[in-house]
C-alpha cells in the first residue's frame, strides 16, 4: 500500500480488526519511510460496477462519492460516519443483488434518499433539495408538504387508529 504522505510502495501494518458491522476491515498501516501511520479499510467487491449519468456517460461506481454527499447533507447533524457507512454499506448490498453492472445514477440517488430518510429528516430535505435541483421556493414548499403528508402517515396515532 502506498504511503499517501511520501509516496513511498511500502508500508506495514500494524493492527487489522473488524469494522463494526463486519462489513471490512480496518488497517492501521506505518511507512517505514517517513514514519506517517494511516488506515486503510478492505472491502468485498463482488463485481465491478458502473454508473450511467443521465447524459449517457458511463463512469465506475464510487462508494466514497455517495459517503461525501451523505455526509454533506447531514454535515452539523447528530449522525454518526458509522451510521453513514452502515448505510451506503446496505445501498452497496442492495446494488450488488441486483445482479447488474450498470446502474443509473438515478436509482442510485433513489437508495441514497431511502436511506437518508431513515437515517435523519433534514439531512434528507437538504440531499433532496440540491439532487431534485429545487428552483425557486415553490418547488420546496411542494416537496416539503410531501414530506409533512409523509410524516402524518407514519405518525404514532395514525397507525394506532
Known sequence: MRCPFC???DSQVKDSRPTED????????ACPECGGRFTTFERIQLRDMSVVKSDGKVQPFDRDKIIRSMRVALQKRPITIESIEKAVSGIVRQLESEGENEFPASHIGDLVMAALINLDMVGYIRFVSVYKDFRDPEDFNAFLQEVQELQAENSPKKKKA
Not at 463486519?22 to 498501516?29: D, E, L
Request: no cysteine; aromatic share 0%.
Open 7 to 9: 509516496q513511498s510502495d
Open 22 to 29: 463486519n462489513s471490512s476491515i480496518r488497517r492501521r498501516r
